[in-house]
């Protein structure tokens, strides 16, 4: 275990904190490897619902750790290969939401690690860069895969190829999160929502998951196929059947998240 990621579960939610305060949650070995055993357990446990994904201190992420680039030549893709590919792909596949709550400055990796999530979160004074042109690289962890997608190519290029910083309001403006909190009542906003995907059909909720990424390339006709067996999964699941009951009945549906 490592101080570098914090983990907390609050009712059915598994807060995942970065925590190196004081190099603005820069991505080292250690917080690959907190990242690494957080996930292990946030799939092995049924009983977490909903990952809330933030950041200790005043940042939300920094990227990667520079330091473990200074005077030394790497192999920059082995350690995407190992650490940072493995960690979007399982976010991705992961069948239970994750809020991405970013809560201050945002770079490089950092801010391609938090679109990897599905709810992405703002506080109002946080930035992002895509700083990766400043240091002569290219976008990864995603980046060149989910900025096209969100916010257009022709902000995704200019974002890219400038590596400028853009505020939290630019950023809601772009499309490049979904909404923007005050400061003051970030972490109780970014909570509230987590918790509210932890009460919902948690079946239903991974296969949105599923749809969504598989249209970025299916044809409409895959697509539609895919949402017809989709459809039918959940068709099965006691989730449909509460959510059906409790409207006939009224009153609020009392999900429970399991398959059968
Ligand atoms: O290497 C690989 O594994 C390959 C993968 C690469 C993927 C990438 O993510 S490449 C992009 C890497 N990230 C960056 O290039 C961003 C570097 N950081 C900055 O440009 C700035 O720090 C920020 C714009 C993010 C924030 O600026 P500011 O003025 O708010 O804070 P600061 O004073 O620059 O940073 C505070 C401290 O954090 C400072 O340490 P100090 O001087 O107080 O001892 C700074 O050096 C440290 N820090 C910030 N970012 C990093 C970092 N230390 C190591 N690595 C960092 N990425």
């Known amino acids: 275990m490592t101080d570098a990621v914090l983990v907390e579960t609050k009712g059915a939610v ?5 925590n190196r305060p004081e190099r603005l949650n820069a991505l080292n070995a250690e917080i690959q490897d907190g990242l690494r055993y957080a996930f292990d357990d946030i799939e092995a446990d049924e009983s977490v619902r909903a ?7 005043r940042g939300f992420c920094a990227g990667a750790d520079l330091n473990q680039s200074a005077g030394i030549t790497r192999d920059l893709g082995d ?3 190992k650490q940072y590919n493995p960690l979007v792909r399982r976010m991705r596949a992961l069948p239970k939401p994750i809020v991405s709550a970013i809560n201050g400055v945002a770079a490089g990796a950092g801010v391609n690690l938090a679109l990897a999530g599905d709810i992405i979160i703002a506080a109002r004074s946080a930035n992002f860069t895509q700083a990766f042109i400043r240091i002569g690289l290219v976008p990864d962890a995603g980046g060149t895969f989910f900025l096209p997608r969100l916010i257009g190519e022709a902000r995704a290029r200019g974002l890219a190829m400038l590596g400028e910083t853009i505020s939290a309001a630019q950023a809601l403006e772009y499309g490049l999160v979904f909404r923007l909190f005050d400061d003051d009542v970030f972490a109780t906003e970014a909570l509230t929502i987590a918790t509210n995907l932890a009460a919902k059909p948690t079946q239903a909720l991974a296969a949105i998951k599923q749809a969504f990424d ?4 299916n044809t409409l006709d895959a697509q539609l196929n895919l949402e017809r067996d989709l459809q ?4 099965t699941t006691p989730d449909f059947a509460e959510g059906v009951k409790a409207f006939i009945e009224k009153r609020p549906a009392q999900f429970k998240g399991k398959a059968a």
């Not at 990952?51 to 201190?57: C, D, I, Y």
């Not at 598989?214 to 390339?217: D, E, N």
């Open 51 to 57: 990952v809330l994904l933030t950041g200790a201190g």
């Open 79 to 81: 350690a995407l290969e």
């Open 14 to 18: 598994r807060i995942v904190t970065l």
């Open 214 to 217: 598989a249209s970025a390339t």
């Open 232 to 235: 039918r999964k959940m068709g």
